[in-house]
Every structure is written in structure tokens, then in C-alpha cells.
């Protein structure tokens, strides 16, 4: 079984440098090697979006923990220049590259 993830490309450039997607209060020190921080959903779903639109999404589909944790990773350019965010979905049978 293989891992699945969606990527999303703001920029053309390639990622030379890999880091945790961290929300406030977030501690990577707190981490134990096989534990990450991402988003918590208990219905699967979760959406790429800036932060104007954040409270916006969050209000209809807020929801409880249960189905897991997605960890996120922005991959960023020589520069520092956000180039890609990672969501680790783990396996999805159904999931089709349109």
C-alpha cells in the first residue's frame, strides 16, 4: 500500500527545504519521531485556502476530531519563497487525477 498525498504548487520553483506546517502554539519539540502536527477532521474533507477565507470555511464545516490527523508540509525555495504545500493523506483507493 502506498501513501498518498495532494500537493498544491504556488510557485514553478523547486522546494530545496522542508518544513512542518505549524498553527499558533504549535511546538515542534513536542513532537515524538513519529508524530506531526497537521489538521484534525472527522469527516475526511479539508481545503486549500489564504488566510482571508479561513473563518469564512471553518464556520461551515467545523468539526470534531475523529477520523485523524493530515500532516502538512511547505517546501520552500532557495530563496525561502513558499514553492509547495504537502497534505499526507495516507490511502485513498478511491482518489482519481483528474
Given at each position: 500500500m502506498e501513501e498518498v498525498a495532494i500537493r498544491l504548487l504556488?510557485?514553478?520553483?523547486p522546494a530545496v527545504a522542508?518544513?512542518?506546517?505549524?498553527?499558533?502554539?504549535?511546538?515542534?519539540?513536542?513532537?515524538?519521531?513519529d508524530e506531526s502536527f497537521g489538521f484534525a477532521t472527522d469527516s475526511a474533507a479539508g481545503s486549500f485556502a489564504?488566510?482571508?477565507?479561513r473563518e469564512t470555511l471553518a464556520a461551515k464545516y467545523r468539526c470534531t476530531d475523529g477520523?485523524?490527523?493530515?500532516?502538512?508540509?511547505?517546501?520552500r525555495s532557495e530563496s525561502g519563497k513558499l514553492v509547495s504545500v504537502v497534505v499526507g493523506c495516507g490511502y485513498l483507493p478511491e482518489l482519481r487525477i483528474l
Open positions: 504556488p510557485d514553478a520553483e522542508w518544513e512542518s506546517a505549524l498553527a499558533e502554539g504549535d511546538d515542534v519539540r513536542v513532537l515524538r519521531d489564504d488566510s482571508s477565507g477520523d485523524g490527523m493530515y500532516p502538512v508540509w511547505l517546501g
